[in-house]
C-alpha cells in the first residue's frame, strides 16, 4: 500500500514521536518530584521555625513551667509568628491546634477546608489538598514541649509556583516536540530519497533492458554499499540470462539451418510424387502434405531470418534499387495464392521510385504485408497497393485491405514474436513471426510500420520509409 519510502518516514516519526513523548513524561515527572520536594523542604525549615517560636513562647510565658502554658493556649496568637520568613514559599498560611485538635490560631483558608481531628495531628503528614480552586501544599506536625505533646502545626503553602513552572514546560515540550518530528520527518525524507535515488536509477536502467539489449549494464554507483551489490547481482543475472539467450538463439539458428535441407528434400519428393501418381486420394493427401512442408519450410527461413537479425554480426547489404519493381515482384510471387481465393491485387504506384535499401529483407518484408492482405480477405475481395514519394524526403507504401481485421486491443501485439489474434489462430496458417520480422528490418532502415484497423472491416498497413 505504502511505499518503503514512506515507511520509512513514518516509522522513523512515529518512533521519534514516541521516544520524545516517554523523554519528556519522564524529565516532567523528575522536575514536578525535584520541584515538591523542594516546597516540602522548605515547608519543613518554615514548621520548624514556628515549632521554636511557640517553645519560645511558652518559655517566655511560664518560665520553667511549661505546663501552665499548655493548659492555657489562648496566649498564642498569629502576631508571634508574623516576623518569621516565608522561606520561598508563596502564600503561606498558618494554624495551631491542640493535639486534640481545638484550634489556637486559626487561618480563614484552612479552616475552609476543614479542621484535622486529634489522629491526624499526632503524626507528621505531608497533604496536597485544593482549596477554593488552588493547589496547597500542607505539612502537619505535632510540637514537642519539653517531654509533652500538646500542640500541632499545620503550615501550608500555595502551590501556584510549581504549576506555573510545570506549565511553561509543557508548553516548551508541547513547541519542541513537534517542530522536532517536522524535521525528523523532512530528515527522513531527504535520507530516504537519496538512498533510494539509486535505486530507482538502477530500475529505470532495467525497464529498458530487453530480450534485445541484453548486453546492456546497469550503471553501479560509487559507494560501495548494498545498492551497488544488489546492482551487481542483478548486472551478473543479466549476464546469465544473455549466455542463455545467446545459446538458445545459436540453437534455434543450428536447428533450422540443419532442417532445410531435409525439408527441401522432402519437398522436391513430394513435387515429384505429385507429377506422377495417378490415384486421386493419395494425390490429395501428398498436396497436403507438400503444403504443410512448405509452411514448414516457410517458418524455418522465418527463424533462421530472426536468429540473423538477432546476432550482433548483423549488417543490412544495402544497394540501390527500384522500390516499384520490388513490389510488383512482391505481388507476382502473390498470385498464385491470390488467384485461389479469389481476391484480386490493385496497384497504385507513382513513377519510378529509386530506393538505398537491403533488397532482399525488403522483400520479405512486402511479401508478408500482401500475404497478410491476401491471407486474412475473404473471398472476391480487393487488396490495393500505393506507392507513394513525398514531397518531402519520405516515401509510403500502404497495402490496404477490406478483410477480417484487428480488434484495437490487438493492433499493439501483433508485432511480438508469435503473436496471432485469436479470429486467425484457429482458421488461418501462419506463424505469427511476419510483422515481427517486418517491423525488425523496417526499424534497421529508419522507417517506421503504421497500423490501422477495424475488426469486421479491413486494415491498412503503412511502412513510412526516408528516402
Ligand atoms: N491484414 C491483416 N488483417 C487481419 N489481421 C492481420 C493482418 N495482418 C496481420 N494480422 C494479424 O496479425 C498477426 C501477426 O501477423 P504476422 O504476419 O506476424 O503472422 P502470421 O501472418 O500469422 O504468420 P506468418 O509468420 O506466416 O506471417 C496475424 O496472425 C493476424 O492475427
Ligand atoms: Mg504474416
Same mark, same amino acid.
Given at each position: 500500500?505504502?511505499s518503503?519510502?514512506t515507511?520509512?518516514?513514518?516509522?522513523?516519526?512515529?518512533?521519534?514521536?514516541?521516544?520524545?513523548?516517554?523523554?519528556?513524561?519522564?524529565?516532567?515527572?523528575?522536575?514536578?518530584?525535584?520541584?515538591?520536594?523542594? +516546597?516540602?523542604?522548605?515547608?519543613?525549615?518554615?514548621?520548624?521555625?514556628?515549632?521554636?517560636?511557640?517553645?519560645?513562647?511558652?518559655?517566655?510565658?511560664?518560665?520553667?513551667?511549661a505546663?501552665d502554658?499548655?493548659?492555657?493556649?489562648?496566649?498564642?496568637?498569629?502576631?508571634?509568628?508574623r516576623?518569621?520568613?516565608?522561606?520561598?514559599?508563596?502564600?503561606?498560611?498558618?494554624?495551631?491546634?491542640?493535639?486534640?485538635?481545638?484550634?489556637?490560631?486559626?487561618?480563614?483558608?484552612?479552616?475552609?477546608?476543614?479542621?484535622?481531628?486529634?489522629?491526624?495531628?499526632?503524626?507528621?503528614?505531608?497533604?496536597?489538598?485544593?482549596?477554593?480552586?488552588?493547589?496547597?501544599?500542607?505539612?502537619?506536625s505535632?510540637?514537642?514541649?519539653?517531654?509533652?505533646?500538646?500542640?500541632a502545626?499545620?503550615?501550608?503553602?500555595?502551590m501556584?509556583?510549581?504549576?506555573?513552572?510545570?506549565?511553561?514546560?509543557?508548553?516548551?515540550?508541547?513547541?519542541?516536540?513537534?517542530?522536532?518530528?517536522?524535521?525528523?520527518?523532512?530528515?527522513?525524507?531527504?535520507?530516504?530519497?537519496?538512498?533510494?535515488?539509486?535505486?530507482a536509477?538502477?530500475?529505470?536502467?532495467?525497464s +529498458?533492458?530487453?530480450?534485445?539489449?541484453?548486453?546492456?549494464?546497469?550503471?553501479?554507483?560509487?559507494?560501495?554499499?548494498?545498492?551497488?551489490?544488489?546492482?551487481?547481482?542483478?548486472?551478473?543475472?543479466?549476464?546469465?540470462?544473455?549466455?542463455?539467450?545467446?545459446?538458445?538463439?545459436q540453437?534455434?539458428?543450428?536447428?533450422?539451418?540443419?532442417?532445410?535441407?531435409? +525439408?527441401?528434400?522432402i519437398?522436391?519428393?513430394?513435387?515429384f510424387?505429385?507429377?506422377?501418381?495417378?490415384?486421386?486420394?493419395?494425390?490429395?493427401s501428398?498436396?497436403?502434405?507438400?503444403?504443410?512442408?512448405?509452411?514448414?519450410?516457410?517458418?524455418t527461413?522465418?527463424?533462421?531470418?530472426?536468429?540473423?537479425?538477432?546476432?550482433?554480426?548483423?549488417?543490412?547489404?544495402?544497394?540501390?534499387?527500384?522500390?516499384?519493381?520490388?513490389?510488383?515482384?512482391?505481388?507476382?510471387?502473390?498470385?498464385?495464392?491470390?488467384?485461389?481465393?479469389?481476391v484480386?491485387?490493385?496497384?497504385?504506384?507513382?513513377?519510378?521510385?529509386?530506393?538505398?535499401?537491403?533488397?532482399?529483407?525488403l522483400?520479405?518484408?512486402?511479401?508478408?504485408?500482401?500475404?497478410?492482405?491476401?491471407?486474412?480477405?475473404?473471398?472476391?475481395?480487393?487488396?490495393?497497393?500505393?506507392?507513394?514519394?513525398?514531397?518531402?524526403?519520405?516515401?509510403?507504401?500502404?497495402?490496404?485491405?477490406n478483410?477480417?481485421g484487428?480488434?484495437?486491443?490487438?493492433i499493439?501485439?501483433?508485432?511480438?514474436?508469435?503473436y496471432?489474434?485469436?479470429?486467425?489462430?484457429?482458421?488461418?496458417?501462419?506463424?505469427?513471426?511476419?510483422?515481427?520480422?517486418?517491423k525488425?528490418?523496417?526499424?534497421?532502415?529508419?522507417?517506421?510500420?503504421?497500423?490501422?484497423?477495424?475488426?469486421?472491416?479491413?486494415?491498412?498497413?503503412?511502412?513510412?520509409?526516408?528516402?
Open positions: 500500500m505504502f518503503i519510502k515507511k520509512i518516514i513514518i516509522s522513523y516519526t512515529v518512533l521519534f514521536g514516541i521516544i520524545l513523548f516517554g523523554f519528556s513524561f519522564i524529565v516532567y515527572q523528575d522536575i514536578e518530584q525535584t520541584l515538591l520536594e523542594r +516546597l516540602d523542604a522548605n515547608l519543613d525549615k518554615y514548621c520548624a521555625a514556628i515549632k521554636e517560636r511557640i517553645n519560645a513562647v511558652a518559655g517566655e510565658q511560664n518560665g520553667e513551667n505546663g502554658f499548655n493548659n492555657d493556649p489562648g496566649n498564642i496568637s498569629h502576631s508571634d509568628f516576623n518569621i520568613p516565608w522561606m520561598d514559599l508563596h502564600d503561606v498560611r498558618l494554624a495551631v491546634y491542640t493535639i486534640e485538635g481545638k484550634p489556637v490560631v486559626e487561618d480563614s483558608l484552612l479552616s475552609s477546608y476543614g479542621k484535622p481531628n486529634g489522629n491526624n495531628l499526632k503524626k507528621s503528614e505531608f497533604l496536597t489538598r485544593k482549596i477554593h480552586g488552588k493547589n496547597y501544599r500542607l505539612f502537619r505535632p510540637v514537642q514541649i519539653e517531654e509533652d505533646t500538646l500542640y502545626v499545620e503550615v501550608a503553602a500555595s501556584e509556583p510549581i504549576n506555573a513552572n510545570l506549565r511553561s514546560m509543557t508548553m516548551l515540550f508541547l513547541m519542541i516536540i513537534p517542530f522536532a518530528l517536522i524535521i525528523t520527518g523532512v530528515m527522513a525524507y531527504v535520507i530516504s530519497v537519496a538512498a533510494f535515488k539509486p535505486m536509477r538502477m530500475a529505470k536502467e532495467a +529498458l533492458i530487453s530480450g534485445n539489449n541484453l548486453d546492456r549494464k546497469l550503471e553501479l554507483p560509487r559507494s560501495h554499499d548494498e545498492i551497488r551489490k544488489l546492482g551487481e547481482t542483478l548486472n551478473e543475472m543479466i549476464k546469465r540470462i544473455e549466455a542463455a539467450f545467446k545459446s538458445q538463439k540453437f534455434i539458428a543450428n536447428a533450422s539451418h540443419e532442417i532445410k535441407t531435409p +525439408l527441401t528434400i519437398r522436391a519428393e513430394l513435387e510424387a505429385l507429377r506422377n501418381l495417378q490415384n486421386k486420394e493419395v494425390k490429395e501428398v498436396r497436403i502434405a507438400l503444403e504443410e512442408t512448405s509452411s514448414l519450410a516457410t517458418l527461413n522465418s527463424l533462421l531470418l530472426m536468429s540473423s537479425l538477432d546476432s550482433l554480426q548483423f549488417t543490412l547489404h544495402l544497394e540501390k534499387f527500384r522500390l516499384d519493381e520490388l513490389l510488383i515482384d512482391c505481388v507476382y510471387a502473390m498470385k498464385q495464392s491470390a488467384a485461389q481465393k479469389p484480386s491485387i490493385n496497384f497504385n504506384i507513382d513513377d519510378a521510385v529509386e530506393f538505398l535499401g537491403d533488397k532482399e529483407k522483400k520479405r518484408v512486402f511479401e508478408n504485408l500482401i500475404d497478410n492482405a491476401v491471407k486474412y480477405s475473404g473471398t472476391n475481395s480487393t487488396v490495393t497497393i500505393e506507392l507513394i514519394s513525398l514531397a518531402g524526403n519520405t516515401i509510403e507504401i500502404i497495402i490496404q485491405d478483410g477480417i484487428i480488434d484495437a486491443t490487438e499493439d501485439k501483433i508485432f511480438e514474436r508469435f496471432r489474434t485469436p479470429e486467425v489462430r484457429s482458421t488461418y496458417s501462419g506463424s505469427g513471426l511476419g510483422l515481427a520480422i517486418a525488425e528490418i523496417v526499424d534497421l532502415h529508419n522507417g517506421e510500420i503504421k497500423v490501422q484497423s477495424e475488426l469486421g472491416k479491413g486494415t491498412k498497413v503503412t511502412v513510412i520509409l526516408p528516402a
